[in-house]
């Protein structure tokens, strides 16, 4: 058996090829056979398209034409119930999405699909949406073993095995085994891409399965086509991002980014799109890392001037997360201490602890710098009321970050109050907590990798050698990390 971080050197050759061929191609689309009359099959195979380019909301409106071309559409009703659930996404649909993805399915059910793939994939949608489920990660799990079940019944189906090659990356599990089981589906998406060179879901799938560290490399080859995949796809123009933001290359991701961002505002009505804050935010670490703090700033200035932000969980992190790295990351402890509570108008904060959690940890995290320890105690008690808003909501992982957040903000406190010791202990015990559940895939890093504050610590108390091997260690997860090379040198 291969190992699953490696590939075979056909694969490979193979995939690379694939570089050439998309280059001088056009925008590949899904071709979904169904019985649905020419006109609404055709709106089905643009939609499917956009939904594999995770751009649901165009996705939608797609099935909605296709609707209205042939009422008795089965899929048309599957594709809108599809577009409003987003299974790598955290955070889950919102109310309107959650109303409208239920309706579809209401009306899926009192229709008949015409052959064997469009009645598995309509029991994979009927089965996100059955009432049975009591929460969200439940819907997703039975989606995802209905959607297996759909390839299984059709393996000759390109969709039917990316849908399922989705659904297996949904359910991975956090922490170590995620990389083996990421690697697996991996493998799935190498020999589908292989007989589908130019399929935007194969592609973009496998740059989620391979966006972590042990498996960056083999993203490389999807990271050089996406975007010539899906041109026009603001998410597809940001995707090869994670990649390239995994080996540290930062002007591809900014290039990318740029054109992710100018394309989703170019395609957005009522509201921005997350998509442009989400490209923002990557493009903001970037610059960073290049040391470029004057345009990461004027990236953020611009986001946060926007006052109709899509108020969902990809813009509500960006809006958090990228005026925080703007501090954070240039070591502006006092600036960070004196945050405002007050956040962007556009989001439903109290939907989104989760990410409020930032801004309390930039502020508890500073405050504790300029030893101001009483503000950064009062920023803990809130990270830990927020702590217990995620356990209720059953957010596991990002409990677990707001308890990594929690230990390095109560170490720089006892450092302050010079209980040096406690405080490298604390520091540690956030390093091996954020370690072991690794970076979610919205975030191009954490605001400030706990692994890195302990080289900070190890410095300050004396130990310089070890302070060098968390500087390390934090590079091997984040390569060329601005701080953490600037500390080595």
């Given amino acids: 058996m291969l190992n699953p971080i490696n590939r075979s050197t056909s694969a490979l050759v193979t995939l690379l090829a694939t570089v050439a061929v998309l280059s001088s191609s056009a925008a590949q689309a899904a071709d979904l056979p169904t019985t649905c009359i020419a006109e609404a099959d055709d709106a089905i195979d643009g939609g499917l398209t956009l939904l594999h380019n995770m751009m649901y909301i165009q996705a939608e409106s797609s099935f909605s034409r296709a609707a209205d071309f042939d009422p ?35 009306r899926l059910s009192e229709q008949t699909p015409g052959n064997t793939l469009e009645q598995a994939f309509a029991a994979a949608a009927a089965a996100f949406y059955s009432p049975e489920h009591k929460d969200y990660r439940a819907r997703i799990s039975a989606w995802a073993a209905a959607q297996d079940d759909a390839y299984a019944r059709n393996p000759d189906n390109i969709d039917a095995a990316a849908l399922a090659a989705l659904g297996r990356l949904a359910t991975a599990p956090r922490g170590p085994g995620r990389v083996e089981a990421n690697a697996t589906v991996g493998d799935l998406l190498d020999s589908l891409h292989e007989n589908a060179p130019d399929h935007p879901g194969v592609i973009h799938y496998a740059i989620h399965a391979y966006d972590n560290p042990p498996l960056k490399d083999r993203g490389l080859p999807y990271a050089d086509i996406y975007d010539k995949a899906a041109p026009d796809a603001a998410h597809a123009l940001h995707m090869p991002a994670h990649i390239f933001t995994r080996t540290g290359d ?65 813009g509500a992190y960006a809006l958090a997360a990228s005026p925080v790295r703007l501090l954070l990351e240039q070591d502006k402890w006092a600036e960070a201490a004196t945050l405002s509570s007050d956040m962007h108008s556009s989001i439903p904060w109290e939907k989104f602890p989760q990410t409020v959690a930032m801004r309390w940890f930039a502020k508890g995290l500073g405050a504790a710098q300029i030893k101001d320890v009483e503000t950064a105690r009062a920023a803990v008690e809130e990270l830990k009321a927020l702590h217990q808003a995620m356990q209720e909501r059953g957010q596991g992982y990002w409990a677990k970050l707001t308890e990594g957040q929690i230990l390095s903000v109560e170490a720089w406190i006892e450092l302050a109050e010079g209980n040096d010791e406690l405080a490298v202990t604390l520091q540690t015990r956030a390093a091996d907590l954020e370690d072991g559940i690794g970076k979610s895939p919205v975030t191009p890093g954490h605001v400030m990798p706990a692994r890195e504050l302990l080289g900070d610590i190890l410095r300050e108390v004396g130990q310089p050698d070890e302070a060098a091997d968390a500087y390390r260690a934090t590079l091997a997860n984040s390569p060329k990390r601005a701080r953490s090379l600037n500390a080595l040198n």
């Avoid at 594709?79 to 955070?91: R, V």
């Avoid at 804050?277 to 700033?297: F, I, N, R, S």
């Fill in 72 to 106: 008795d559409c089965a899929m048309a009703q599957w594709g809108i119930a599809m577009a409003n659930f987003h299974p790598l996404w955290p955070g889950g649909p919102t109310e309107d999405e959650t109303a409208r993805g239920t309706a579809a399915a209401g």
């Fill in 250 to 314: 930062w002007s591809k991701s900014i290039d990318l980014n740029r054109r992710s961002a100018e394309a989703a505002l170019k395609t957005s009505g009522d509201v921005v799109q997350n998509h442009y804050a989400h490209a923002v935010d990557y493009m903001v670490y970037a610059h960073l890392q290049m040391g470029e703090p004057e345009k990461a700033e004027k990236l953020v200035d611009d986001m946060l001037a926007i006052n109709n932000h899509q108020p969902g969980f990809g």
